[in-house]
């Protein structure tokens, strides 16, 4: 079993100028989360948003790192920045 790699294509919004979407493997694709709630996604593939990188520099060092993250991980990532958005 191959662990699935974070890919990023984006998708404007009226909010933000720049959003993304963040899939898993694009099979299928899942919309996680945008903006900030991307970044704390984000945030626990270890290293990536260390040194100051920002946001958008860390989805760029993401792809270009071809970071992976376990399937199981990134989920409980998004349920955590979710349950954020309900309280």
């Given at each position: 079993m191959t662990t699935p790699h974070i890919t990023v294509e984006y998708s404007p919004t009226e909010h933000e100028?720049?959003?993304?979407?963040?899939?898993?493997?694009?099979?299928?694709?899942?919309r996680v989360?945008?903006?900030?709630?991307?970044?704390?996604?984000?945030?626990?593939?270890?290293?990536?948003?260390?040194?100051?990188?920002g946001p958008i520099q860390a989805v760029y060092r993401a792809l270009e790192d071809s970071v992976a993250i376990p399937l199981d991980q990134w989920q409980d990532a998004s349920?955590?920045?979710h349950r954020g958005d309900e309280t």
């Open positions: 100028r720049l959003p993304w979407l963040i899939a898993i493997d694009t099979n299928p694709t899942v989360a945008e903006g900030e709630h991307a970044t704390a996604a984000l945030a626990v593939v270890p290293g990536l948003l260390e040194d100051g990188w349920d955590e920045v």
